[in-house]
């Protein structure tokens, strides 16, 4: 006999993290489908029936059934009957086994890469720092910031203000806090106080949500995926990685686990460790690595390692953060100086120093600068740095200049010699533009020098150009300063940016260093 119950719409299916939700929207019903496992011959799940409709709306049962088998959900059908006698509750427990069964079985859906659709350039959820929907790993000793600087990234992400010396977040989005290390008031003082540093106070509801981690990450896994899912975080910070590890951090069927797991939430995410013992206390000595596994670092498809200043005291207190994997972009070759300013109780201002210009508002891109400096006739990076970032620059900012000129090599500049005595950094090698490139009619420095006019074929006249500080044309037969910053006054290298870039030592462990114990990282 055919009934109207029986031949009711399909269900709507949706699937949430590892969770799979049937919806019988006719019947006012919803079945969540968890915790779905293999079990000897068996194939078990945890049931939970959800009433939709007005009114009712809440759980009705929960049971851990075996799909397998046709006696459970006969069982459970007739035990089902006494919320409706209308629906007919075996169809609909039958459909919903084979369907989970083929779904658990089936796994990720092959993808022909021909209809995938993407951007030609990589795609940042904060520009530099966060390439969007992959995983990074911020690294470095106790007492390094790491955790604050993580902070402080949430809140950008969250709020869409910029960093002072990075770019905004593309875009903005809820921020999910996986913390290991501490407490919520923690982490509600310190995000308080940096958003107030940022404008942002009183901080709206929402934005920021903590979770704190007890377990390992690879038994929360399946939760976490649905709290993602329905949350629709733009970023996950997980802090910290080795209490995260099912077993020894070491071993590398521990460590794909929590890196898979963090990848599996198919959102952006960001992973804060630390460095290995022989590196904390040798310090330059021995190459800083993610502690653990090799595959903490081989699994992450961009990392950031970040170092103290020991000497910096009283209410700025800096850090030296550098690139050390990028998978899909190039790497950064430079160093970003990271300025912590604390006033007691009061908001905490974090500055960037050293970041690539990308853009200055007006669509002028770090590349185009370096073309403009060249047609004036700048010919060496410490001069052109000059020009692109129209102030002094630091010796940072003039290696970025540097390695985006040998990274534009061959296609749209030359190096005309290097200068002795080297330094291996390229701020000594001259460089021009080929003969084929042309350089935008109009474009300005960042202090708004003309740029002269245009040749017929459409390359810039040199002899036209000024320098961004005024001064008289330049002549390519100028000689470059050989005595570093010092012979030229467009550069500007203190001894901490000394210490940055070359004999910065790495800190002691956070509970041996009382000067980072008054606002702890």
């Given at each position: ?8 719409r ?12 049937f ?22 799940c ?58 658990h ?7 022909d ?22 995983t990074?790993?911020l ?15 949430a ?38 106080r ?7 106070e009183?901080l ?64 952006t995410?960001?992973?804060v460790?630390?460095?290995?013992k ?24 961009n ?19 550098e ?8 790497q ?21 120093g ?8 007006n ?5 185009q ?11 060496v ?44 950094r ?19 420095s ?14 810039h006249?040199?002899?036209?150009f ?20 010092a ?5 500007r ?29």
């Amino acid at each position: 006999m055919v009934t109207a119950a029986s031949t009711a719409r399909p269900p709507i299916i949706v699937r949430q993290g590892d969770d799979y939700l049937f919806a019988w929207p006719d019947d006012g019903i919803q079945f969540r489908v968890s915790n779905v496992r293999d079990a000897h011959d068996a194939l078990k799940c945890e049931l939970t029936l959800e009433s939709l409709r007005e009114g009712e709306r809440g759980v009705l049962a929960w049971e851990e059934l075996n799909l397998k088998v046709g006696r459970s959900r006969a069982e459970l059908g007739n035990r089902l009957k006494e919320f409706d006698e209308q629906i007919a509750w075996r169809l609909r427990l039958d459909a919903l086994a084979i369907k989970v069964a083929e779904l658990h079985r089936a796994g990720s859906p092959s993808v022909d890469l021909a209809d995938v659709t993407y951007r030609a350039e990589v795609p940042y959820l904060l520009p530099l720092l966060l390439p969007d929907g992959e995983t990074t790993v911020l690294f470095g000793d106790g007492s390094s910031g790491k955790s604050m600087f993580s902070q402080c990234l949430a809140l950008s992400v969250a709020t869409g203000r910029a960093i002072p010396g990075l770019e905004p977040p593309s875009r903005t989005g809820k921020v999910l806090a996986l913390d290991y290390e501490t407490r919520p008031e923690t982490w509600a003082r310190r995000i308080h106080r940096l958003a107030a540093a940022l404008g942002v106070e009183p901080l709206p509801r929402g934005l920021v949500v903590y979770k704190a981690m007890l377990r390992p990450l690879a038994w929360q896994v399946a939760d976490l995926r649905r709290e993602v899912a329905e949350g629709n975080y733009a970023l996950v910070i997980l802090d910290s990685l080795v209490p995260a590890c099912d077993g020894n951090p070491a071993d590398a069927q521990v460590a794909a686990a929590v890196m898979n797991g963090m990848r599996s939430l198919e959102t952006t995410s960001l992973i804060v460790g630390h460095i290995t013992k022989e590196a904390a206390l040798n310090g330059k000595k021995i190459p800083a690595t993610i502690f653990g596994s090799q595959f903490f670092r081989n699994l992450a498809r961009n990392s950031w390692y970040l170092t103290a200043d020991e000497e910096s005291v009283g209410p700025d207190r800096r850090a030296t953060l550098e690139h050390k994997k990028a998978n899909e972009d190039e790497q950064f070759r430079g160093r970003l100086r990271v300025t912590y300013g604390f006033s007691p109780g009061g908001p905490i201002a974090v500055s960037v120093g050293g970041a690539p210009l990308l853009d200055d508002g007006n669509g002028s891109t770090l590349r185009q600068r370096i073309l403009t400096a060249l047609a004036a006739g700048l010919d060496v990076p410490t001069r052109i740095a000059g020009h692109v970032y129209g102030r002094d620059v630091s010796r940072e900012e003039v290696d970025t200049i540097g390695a985006k000129l040998r990274q534009m090599a061959g296609h749209e500049v030359l190096r005309v010699e290097t200068l002795a005595p080297s330094t291996g950094r390229g701020n000594e090698q001259r460089w021009e533009l080929k003969a084929n490139v042309r350089v935008s009619k109009g474009e300005r420095s960042p202090l708004g020098a003309g740029l002269g006019s245009e040749k017929a074929n459409g390359v810039h006249d040199r002899s036209a150009f000024r320098s961004p500080l005024g001064s008289p044309p330049l002549s390519r037969t100028l000689t470059p300063p050989t005595g570093g910053a010092a012979a030229n006054p467009n550069v500007r290298v203190s001894a901490d940016e000394q210490r940055a870039t070359g004999a910065l030592r790495a800190p002691k462990d956070e509970e041996d260093d009382g000067r980072w114990n008054d606002d702890p990282f």
